[in-house]
């Protein structure tokens, strides 16, 4: 689950810890209706984590978004 | 000044030898670089001057950095620039300003185009005029421009005092949003869809790098510095579409 994503990183909620150095691929889905597209916008990112800990109940890390690619429609 | 050896090359000067011409200058003399692409401009505009006393070409460029190089090198009054040199370049007239403050701009543009226009004059062009303008009007520009004065067609000036409206309404309502164009607003949605430049060009029927230097424009108007951060701005902004509730949902993390 996305707490917050900037053009740099995301901040994930998650049910598990990820360990910092950690190379991640994840999936950013914009609602196309916000954007003006017929179908909501798929952004493939590549990262890696920088931080994680754990916040109440769950984790919260922190990754960069290294390079990304918006999917072909 | 260092100059590399093929910049000096590069350099059309306008006399035989090269030699900057100061020494034999009229004092009131108006000494202009021509930078133009396109060696015909280049010919026929000199042939126009060459007809009037006080105008004299020091030396030519067929590109921009032959231009900052002859600058540099030649004290300059004026410079009759062709429009599309600018292209693919982002700091290029305030580069040449920092160079020699005191040369004044003149911009020869293809079409009239608001936020270019606007931009041109705000980073310190002092006259932009057609290419199809004629002789004596380039000559009559020439000189006003010389003398300290702005040559700006009316559109142009509605243009400009538009822009200060908008500036001085951003600065009183900081909360409101960038004014963008109807043409920023398409490419906008274009890229926020994924599209890439080649296709955002071909659906509006322009070129590629049209296209990049609208980008630029909307990069520095919004503050952000790629196509995720545009699409992200959009998504906090609502510029596209502002009648649905912000969603944003990592659809999956794959550890590697």
Same mark, same amino acid.
């Given at each position: ?19 910092? +150095?950690?190379?991640?691929?994840? $999936? &950013? ?7 003006? /597209?017929?179908? @909501? ?5 590549? +990262?890696?984590?920088?931080?994680? $800990? &754990? ?7 922190? /990754?960069?978004? @290294? ?7 | ?256």
């Amino acid at each position: 689950m996305t707490r917050n994503v900037s053009g740099n990183g995301v901040l994930f909620a998650l049910d598990h810890e990820l360990q910092p +150095g950690l190379k991640i691929n994840f $999936s &950013l889905r914009m609602p196309g209706a916000v954007l003006g /597209a017929a179908h @909501d916008v798929l952004v493939h990112c590549a +990262g890696r984590v920088v931080r994680c $800990s &754990l916040s109440q109940s769950q984790y919260l890390a922190a /990754a960069t978004i @290294d390079d990304y690619q918006f999917a072909e429609q | 000044m260092a100059l590399g050896k093929q910049s000096v090359m590069d350099i059309l000067d306008d006399t035989p030898d090269g030699e900057a011409i100061e020494g034999s200058a009229k004092p009131g003399t108006i000494r202009i670089i021509l930078a133009d692409s396109q060696a015909i401009y280049r010919v026929g505009i000199r042939k126009v001057f060459a007809l009037e006393d006080d105008l004299r070409v020091v030396a030519q460029a067929d590109s921009f950095e032959n231009l900052r190089t002859a600058v540099g090198r030649y004290p300059t009054d004026v410079v009759l620039l062709e429009g599309s040199l600018l292209a693919g370049t982002t700091n290029a007239i305030p580069e040449l300003l920092r160079t020699a403050p005191e040369v004044k701009l003149i911009v020869q543009a293809v079409g009239a185009d608001e936020s270019q226009t606007v931009e041109l004059y705000r980073r310190g062009v002092r006259g932009i005029i057609p290419r199809t303008i004629s002789p004596d009007l380039l000559v009559r520009c020439v000189r006003r421009i010389a003398a300290g004065e702005t040559w700006i067609d009316n559109q142009s000036v509605n243009w400009v005092i538009e822009a200060y409206r908008a500036q001085a309404a951003a600065l009183v309502s900081p909360r409101s949003q960038p004014r963008l164009s109807p043409k920023e607003m398409s490419i906008i949605t274009c890229i926020t869809q994924g599209k890439r430049n080649k296709e955002i060009a071909f659906q509006l029927g322009t070129t590629e790098q049209v296209i990049k230097n609208y980008l630029r424009k909307i990069y520095d108007k919004l503050g952000v510095s790629d196509r995720l951060e545009l699409a992200l701005y959009c998504l906090h902004n609502k510029i596209v579409q502002a009648d649905l509730d912000e969603e944003l949902v990592a659809q999956k993390v794959i550890h590697e």
